[in-house]
Antibody, heavy 119, light 107 residues
Framework: EVQLLESGGGLVQPGGSLRLSCATS????????MTWVRQAPGKGLEWVST????????FFADSVKGRFTISRDNSKDTLYLQMNNLRAEDTAVYYC????????????WGQGTLVTVSS | EIVMTQSPATLSLSPGERATLSCRAS??????LAWYQHKPGQAPRLLIH???TRATGIPARFSGSGSGTEFTLTISSLQSEDFVVYYC?????????FGGGTKVQIK
């Protein structure tokens, strides 16, 4: 069974940093691209970032480009999202998801972790 | 950026009725369109990919159609657990984008 478990969320002040983790199991992590998607309170889903299987290619939404970094450790089957210079509008539940092998849609999702940016 | 527009925002129907949800792309995404179901407090679930292919384990009452810029998700006979929010997502080009969602609620 595919499992994705996000952690690292919490309350942070504007301008602060936070690192999210997504521990995975139940599939061969190293052969799948991975992604982060977020949902702000009362809003819809927003794609944030995607990383290729090896980590050599990364993609970011304009809203987080230059502030967020995505990475992965294939030896630990874990995905990361480093979030710097956080803003109030980054407040959201952050989901990690497993990307399909051939196309950029999301086969399995975690339960999410809440990030709140507030003073 | 490809803008995805879902309609209606809210759909009020009774159990057993047929639900038709629409998703429109601002430019062609070919058949590279996925649908997700999202229950509050839970992980989103993939329903449909490639516009019309049901994901593993998805009941046959869910079907998808369309190509280019116009897409439809149909739920043939609503069950109680289907009254939640649905999102479309284009996976044709970067940045990947979602529609704003359609909430299916009990009438």
């Amino acid at each position: 069974e595919v499992q994705l478990l996000e952690s690292g969320g919490g309350l942070v002040q504007p301008g602060g940093s936070l690192r999210l983790s997504c521990a995975t199991s139940g599939f061969t992590f190293s052969v799948h691209a991975m992604t982060w998607v977020r949902q702000a309170p009362g809003k819809g889903l927003e794609w944030v970032s995607t990383i290729s299987q090896s980590g050599s290619s990364t993609f970011f939404a304009d809203s987080v480009k230059g502030r967020f970094t995505i990475s992965r450790d294939n030896s630990k089957d874990t995905l990361y999202l480093q979030m710097n210079n956080l803003r109030a509008e980054d407040t959201a539940v952050y989901y990690c998801a497993k990307v399909n092998s051939g196309w950029w849609f999301f086969e399995s999702w975690g339960q999410g972790t809440l990030v709140t940016v507030s003073s | 950026e490809i803008v995805m527009t879902q309609s209606p925002a809210t759909l009020s129907l009774s159990p057993g009725e047929r639900a038709t949800l629409s998703c429109r792309a601002s430019q062609s995404v070919s058949s590279n369109l996925a649908w997700y179901q999202h229950k509050p407090g839970q992980a989103p679930r993939l329903l449909i990919h490639g516009a019309s292919t049901r994901a593993t384990g998805i009941p046959a009452r869910f079907s998808g159609s369309g190509s280019g810029t116009e897409f439809t998700l149909t739920i043939s006979s609503l069950q109680s657990e289907d009254f939640v929010v649905y999102y479309c997502q284009q996976h044709n080009s970067w940045p990947l984008t979602f529609g704003g969602g359609t909430k299916v609620q009990i009438k």
